[in-house]
């Protein structure tokens, strides 16, 4: 995500790259308390991720890391806010910073072709998933070239 942000900020110039490419490194971090994970990879919530989830648990430790250190409160302000609106609906709060919106969007496609990806790993050039993948709502064809 970090070189999608990158790259859309030499398209895109009025953004503020180094809050874009700070908020697509670390807009997860509050997922590292959410879940329980094992060696096996399998993930559990957690308590506190059940009751606050990593969009609030990731802006606190930014909130505790930031507080008494020698950051601009502005930018920490617009940091606290691209962790709090990535989801991008309002009901999950509101984004109101073009750096919000762009890294929204960048996390969406992130997820979707992560669901392309992973399906594509199954699959014979020339197949069609069974079902329609979930998150994607569709059902993925791979080309037979590929």
């Known amino acids: 995500m970090v070189l999608a942000a990158e790259a859309l900020c030499s398209v895109y110039t009025s953004l503020d790259k180094e809050l874009l490419i700070c908020g697509a490194a670390i807009h997860d971090i509050g997922k590292l308390w959410e879940y329980n994970t094992s ?24 909130k505790q890391f930031t ?28 984004v109101t910073l073009p750096e919000a919106v762009m890294l929204h ?4 496609i992130d997820a979707k072709m992560y669901m392309c990806e992973s399906n ?20 993925l064809y791979k080309a037979k070239y590929r």
């Open 67 to 94: 507080a008494g250190n020698n950051y601009d409160p502005e930018k920490v302000q617009m940091l606290l806010h691209l962790i709090l609106s990535h989801h991008g609906q309002r009901k999950w709060g509101a």
């Open 39 to 62: 060696e096996a990879g399998n993930a559990e919530f957690t308590p506190s991720g059940v009751l606050f989830g990593h969009l609030y648990m990731g802006a606190s430790l930014i």
């Open 120 to 139: 594509y790993e199954h699959m014979d050039g020339g197949e069609m998933t069974e079902k329609r993948v979930f998150g994607l709502d569709t059902n």
């Open 105 to 108: 969007n960048i996390d969406d």
